[in-house]
């Protein structure tokens, strides 16, 4: 019974290609996220959703489109992929817009862009 | 704009000992200080939560202090073990979203 769930764990494409990555979570949140962690570990937030509204669209390019078809799940697409957009990213859930709640992540998505 | 800053970057210390990392924000205005575990090649996990009314938070070895007002937080493991080893993080929520630090990579020696 896993809290947020990703798939797939692991995403190799060439440079170019549309890949997407899902994310669902069951803990009943109204909030999801995305985040990029890379290859220095550094976390930066990407996007969060509340109710299937985007509240925080961060310099993100615009080849990244998030889309939530209900506040269980978000989904990252992304468009003509570069070698930098290779990564780890997580997605994670909080109760409410983080004033009380936790934030719980996924096992993150490793995206390899050859 | 929120930055947060962990010291150190990484630690490496003997079995059994006690330790300290730290996490400093430079914007007071959080709603709550959130320390998370992270093994290699694993996601995050969550260990405490640290309301921005609270000064602090235990779990089991572990004990989270908050001061709000100087933007400091430090994570205290007591009698380390092998199996703490990762990378320690801490994120500053508030304003709808989290600023994670850096992080500190822990080894702890057997």
């Known amino acids: 019974d896993t809290a947020v769930s990703q798939t797939p764990k692991y995403l190799v494409t060439q440079m170019g290609n549309d890949k997407s990555i899902k994310c669902e979570q069951n803990?009943?949140?109204?909030?999801m996220y995305w985040y990029k962690q890379d290859s220095k570990k550094f976390l930066k937030i990407m996007f969060s959703y509340n109710n299937k509204e985007l509240i925080i669209n961060e310099t993100v390019p615009n080849r990244f489109s998030p889309k939530s078809p209900d506040k269980a799940h978000l989904n990252l697409h992304i468009n003509s992929l570069e070698l930098g957009d290779s990564a780890v990213y997580f997605c994670?859930?909080?109760?409410?817009?983080?004033?009380?709640?936790?934030?719980?992540f996924g096992e993150g998505s490793r995206l390899t862009v050859l | 704009k929120q930055e947060v800053t962990q010291i150190p970057a990484a630690l490496s210390v003997p079995e059994g000992e006690n330790l300290v990392l730290n996490c400093s924000f430079t914007d007071s205005a959080i709603y709550n200080l959130q320390w998370f575990r992270q093994d290699p090649g694993k996601g995050l996990t969550s260990l405490l939560l640290i309301q921005s009314s609270q000064r602090e938070q235990t779990s089991g070895r572990l004990n989270a202090s908050l001061d709000k007002s100087s933007g400091r937080s430090t994570l205290y493991i007591a009698a380390s073990q092998p199996g703490d080893s990762a990378t320690y993080l801490c994120a500053v929520n508030g304003a709808g979203k989290s600023t994670f630090g850096d992080g500190t990579t822990l080894t702890v020696k057997p």
């Open positions: 994670a859930s909080s109760s409410r817009d983080l004033t009380t709640g936790e934030l719980f």
């Open positions: 803990l009943g949140h109204d909030t």
